[in-house]
């Protein structure tokens, strides 16, 4: 018998919130001090059609959605310091799927809420801390309680101190992040975090940046572990998972005329429970330029290389976010303004989906057109 552990990602969860809560409370005074007060915000409404909605590995169904999207920033700046508030609010609503029948796909309701303040302490020194929240609800879930209908809550906390014009013209920054993770189902995965790390960058003239950082973080999850039975089986243990990982990053940026970002990032996790350590490379490349006609073009290419530590008889499943999974892929995004406040944009991403498990593998190709206003 599993002894009964409370809920500490919820409790977490809730702390969190608070927190957010009354750093969100504390902005009317800084709003009365403020010496400039900016607001802007765009609402975005378009048509996507996607050819692999439950993100199957085979048996694929394809549907459409329309997808609303409002996004909000509030800046106040005062003396030595900057506070910014962003709110966004999206909503997908399916409406048809291949294939007929009964299959239903469910509608989602993202929410994400963050504040950031910075302040400037002396002349090479600033300091800031900030909060971030994201709620992901879904509406008319599919009964197989699919994965990429997953619902969950996510939040975090971080303080960050920056160090500016050391020995050669290199910036440093320094940065503390907790992260909640709480899901709707898959409660095993709930998660609090701890994340210490810093970052180099320096000029490379008046175009270039070049930059490096390192994180360590701390993982503690809800669900219990397993170890090898020295066969193919697995025995659980009345332990819970904690996991260490560590990330290395090079970062390069080029934007004389147009704007051109490449990052590397190798990862090494290590944990307790059997079949969750691995090594991972992450490669990205993120490009953006003017095209005749006043078009704008930006294109993100991603892909990773993750190699499992444990070898077992049976498959494991490590991350259930997708986005957080074994990911390759590119987004390719052309644009157009019609007017001061109008924009109209046509998005194609593909992806090719490796998991540690091959049942979850899939791809999917997702075409999009959409509308945007700004006020």
């Known amino acids: 018998m599993h002894p009964r552990y409370p809920p500490y990602p919820r409790y977490a969860t809730g702390l969190f919130l608070s927190a957010l809560f009354l750093l969100i409370c504390a902005l ?66 399916h409406h048809r799927l291949g294939g007929g029948g009964s299959l239903v796909a469910g509608d989602v309701l993202v929410n994400r809420l963050s504040a950031v303040r910075r302040n400037r302490l002396a002349e090479n020194w600033s300091v800031g801390y900030g909060g971030a929240m994201k709620l992901r609800n879904v509406f008319k879930k599919n009964p197989l309680n699919l994965l990429s209908e997953e619902g969950y809550i996510r939040g975090s906390g971080h303080v960050r101190a920056t160090r500016f014009a050391l020995a050669g013209g290199a910036d440093l920054r320094l940065e503390y992040r907790f992260t909640v993770s709480d899901f709707q189902t898959f409660n095993t995965f709930d998660y609090v975090s701890h994340s210490p790390g810093f970052r180099l960058s ?6 270039g940046s070049l930059s490096a950082g390192y994180t360590f973080t701390r993982r503690a999850f ?140 899939f791809r999917k190709n997702v075409v999009s057109s959409a509308l945007t206003m700004r006020f």
Request: proline share 2%; charged share 25%; with cysteine.
């Open 28 to 93: 009317p005074p800084v709003c009365f001090a403020a010496t400039r007060i900016s607001a802007e915000g765009r609402v975005n409404t378009g048509w996507e059609y996607d050819d692999n909605v439950f993100e199957s590995s085979s048996g694929k169904t394809s549907g459409g959605a329309v997808i609303t999207s409002l996004f909000t920033t509030l800046e106040m700046l005062s003396p030595g310091a900057l506070t910014v508030l962003n709110y966004n609010l999206g909503y997908k609503d």
């Open 202 to 207: 320096r000029k490379l003239g008046r175009s």
């Open 222 to 361: 809800e669900r219990l572990i397993n170890v090898s039975d020295g066969g193919d089986g697995l025995l659980r243990l009345d332990r819970r998972q904690r996991d260490n990982l560590h990330q290395l990053e090079l970062g390069l940026s080029y934007t004389r005329g147009m704007l051109l970002n490449l990052s590397w990032a190798l990862v090494r996790n290590d944990s307790n429970n059997y079949g969750f350590s691995y090594w991972n490379n992450r490669f990205t490349v993120l490009y953006a330029n003017r095209l005749p006609g006043k078009l704008l073009l930006n294109a993100y290419l991603f892909f990773e290389l993750k190699r499992y530590s444990d070898k077992t008889g049976r498959p494991l499943l490590v991350d259930i976010i997708t986005e957080e999974n074994d990911n390759n892929g590119a987004v390719i995004r052309l644009s157009r303004g019609l007017g001061r406040r109008l924009e109209a944009s046509v998005t194609a991403s593909f992806y090719r989906n490796e998991s540690s498990i091959r049942e979850l593998n």
